[in-house]
């Protein structure tokens, strides 16, 4: 009995042992490091979002909390996907800012409520739901992509030729060894787009100003291949793209974002933003 | 008689690897259950006008089977789930197909020890419930280890230590947690004399989630603990429990470091046909998941059983209240009384009348000021326990009569008076923006009038009959819906029934929502088969609610068990 009751006391101790913190701070101090030059990885967020979706807004909010703190090193990605009672458009919202690509997107990965996003993609598993993530998660997985390893490094540029074409020249260099396949995407985005948002008290703002919304595709929703598998350090990797271009989209609200995929699982290595001239 | 044959055919060859009786093997016996449900989804632009929850693939199936092998002290189970795709209504996070259930368990010296999967509960479930409600898709498995010990007579320990379901993974935080019960007059007899009966109970609960987030500090170990009695004397009986929970900033509560406590307390009375129970209960920044970014029914730690009563008709159960984690408090009321038999109101059958009462509102908030940033962070709210909230969230009067009229003929009575809060059961609405804006508050006021009717045509054929009319000027308008089943016992049951939507504001929208439904049963399995429409709805068990959206199809469902 006696050794019972040992048994059981280390028992209790051993579930009621580390308890509970109490935070008296809540908050942390300034966070970007500037100290940096070279190219570190970058973090996109696509964020599933929809005009009638009353809760989108805060997730719009959280991306920009995390671009004032981290800078172009975060790249939001408004992609207007979804269950069509938060996407459709109606006489309160007539702006359409879906896309068949979005959808495809969307579709794939498998999600079906807003507001709701992907930070680099991480996680993705056929049967699992790692990949999705909350905005109120973001800040830490951002975090935690922007400390990780830069595997490989990208430069590019955008420039629309005779107000039609718009030609994308993007370059990659091998950080570290790469042991499979790579897929680049390039696609176009554009902020500032004023249009009514629903709002999370119910109310309709009319002057809500979109941010990252997705426009188009310069590639196929999946990309094309960018490298073959072994790639090594001092590789360099390159491809042109021409596309149309939109002239309703106002160039100095666009930007180009071209990233670097492992088609395999998906997970995003790098992705940039760069102006189109 | 020969589709009867073809049936039976069917079913045998579907159900051949289950239909023996419990399997032996090994010296111990082999039990389980298996269910499979589909549906094939027909585009109907009426209900869903743009389609939108018309699915890609057409057809959606879903079904599990368990396996229980016990042996003596021993068991070991497990469960098979498959989702090819998840019908429509559940979570979307069901994708695919696994083993998601396993354990293996014994008892032995006054211990009982499981590894694996379990399910578990302290007290009410206030600062932990593990369960699965599979109507509603939720399953909170927990994957590790649980002890129970008996340590003395009447004295109860358990302990757990695991990580949640989420769907096809585990959820990223850690629990591990207490509960000690002792029952008073297990142990000392004089108050067992006394004819009373007292158990008193404490649980704990603490929560491991690792924080990496740039901005703020969290905590990493989150604790809850709490403390309840159970009082029993004669035709009385007592419940109480008080539950605390430690700073724990979360989605649900706009991460506000403010700390969490709920009491719930009910009283019951039931002697010579007259049973009242009465319930209070006040909740406040009670959210607790093991992922504090986790959202609708993902990862819950606990449960907050509700204080309003879950209806089963259908059209009632359209407007189900769901419990408000972040805070609410609510009274319920219920009496009823069996007059005799053969007295002037019992008739020769006797007579059951019953009256509930609940309502539900906000608690009392008084919010910081958004400038103040820290302690709006720290604290978000104050609140008084004391004082009443002001948004009214929910209630429900309503009155039945049951009555048996002679050996062939029984009816049901229900009136129901509802007021339910759609900008917070619906929408979600914080507080806040309620207090701010209540010219937006959107309600629903209705009356529901139900009349069942169970009529034995012949030995062994029934017939049963609903009319329902939900009368209200909001939301969709007013419904009248009736219902027709009759059953031939013990194999065959037919069902036909009629939902019309007749007040809809919108004149498109003056639907009819027919449904055909018929049911074989044989020994211990049971084969369903239904064609109808199914309206936009919210199911609800236990104060835990999902949306259901529009369909039309042909619907099956196979359930056995060996």
Known sequence: ?277 | MRMKQITLRLLLLLLLPFTAAAQESFGGQLHGNFQLDGQWYLRDEGIDPTGEFYPDERFLGQGYANFVYTDGDFSGGLRYENYQNVMLGFPEGYRGEGITYRYLQFKQDNLDVTVGSFYEQFGSGMVFRSYEERGLGYDNAMDGVRVKANLAKGVYLKGVLGRQRFYFDKSPGLLRGLDAEINLSERWHALDSLGLRWTLGASYMSKYQRANDPFLVLPENVAAGGVRSQLMKGPWVLNTEFAYKANDPSADNGYIYKDGNGFIANLSYSKNGLGIIAGVKRIDNMSFRTDRNGSTIDMLVNYLSPTTEVHTYALPALYQYATQINGEEGIQLEANYRFKRKSKLGGKYGTLISINYSAVQSIDKDYVEASNDTLRTLQGYYSDPLQRGTIPYFHDLNFKISKKVNTSFKFNLTYLNLHYNRSVLEDGLGDEPMLSNPENIKTMNADVIVLETLYKVKSKHYLRNEFQLLSTQDDRGSMAMALIEYSIAPHWFFSVQDIYNYGNPDPDQKLHYPLASVVYTEGTSRFQLSYGRQQRGIFCVGGVCRVVPPSNGVSFSLTTSF
């Open chain 1, 1 to 277: 009995m006696k050794h019972f009751l040992l048994s059981l006391g280390m028992f209790t101790l051993l579930f009621i042992s580390p308890s509970c913190d109490v935070i008296d701070q809540p908050f942390k101090g300034n966070i970007q490091d500037t100290t940096s030059t070279q190219q570190q990885r970058n973090v996109l967020i696509e964020d599933f979002t929809g005009h009638r979706c009353k809760n989108c807004p805060k997730a719009s909010k959280a991306i920009e909390a995390l671009v004032d703190a981290y800078g172009s090193r975060i790249i939001g990605l408004a992609i207007h996907a979804g269950p069509g009672n938060f996407t459709n458009t109606n006489a309160d919202y007539p702006t359409d800012f879906t896309t068949p690509e979005g959808k495809t997107i969307q579709n794939f990965f498998g999600t079906n409520f807003l507001p709701v996003g992907m930070v680099n993609r991480e996680n993705w598993s056929a049967s699992g739901n790692g990949h999705w993530s909350p905005y109120t998660n973001w800040p830490t997985l951002s975090s935690e992509a922007l400390d990780s390893t830069l595997r490989i490094s990208l430069e590019a540029s955008a420039t629309v030729v005779n107000d039609t074409i718009l030609e994308v020249t993007a370059e990659g260099f091998p950080q570290t060894p790469l042991l499979h396949d790579l897929s680049i995407v390039v696609l176009i985005k554009e902020s500032n787009i004023v249009s009514p948002q629903l709002m999370d008290d119910d109310t309709r703002d009319s002057n809500y100003v979109h941010m990252n919304v997705l426009r188009d595709f310069v590639t196929d929703t999946w990309g094309t291949s960018f490298g073959i598998s072994p790639m090594i350090p001092g590789d360099e990797l390159s491809e042109s793209f021409t596309a149309t271009w939109n002239t309703s989209w106002i160039k100095a609200n666009t930007a180009a974002v071209v990233y670097v995929f492992n088609p395999t699982n998906y997970r995003i290595l790098q992705a940039i933003e760069v102006p189109i001239n």
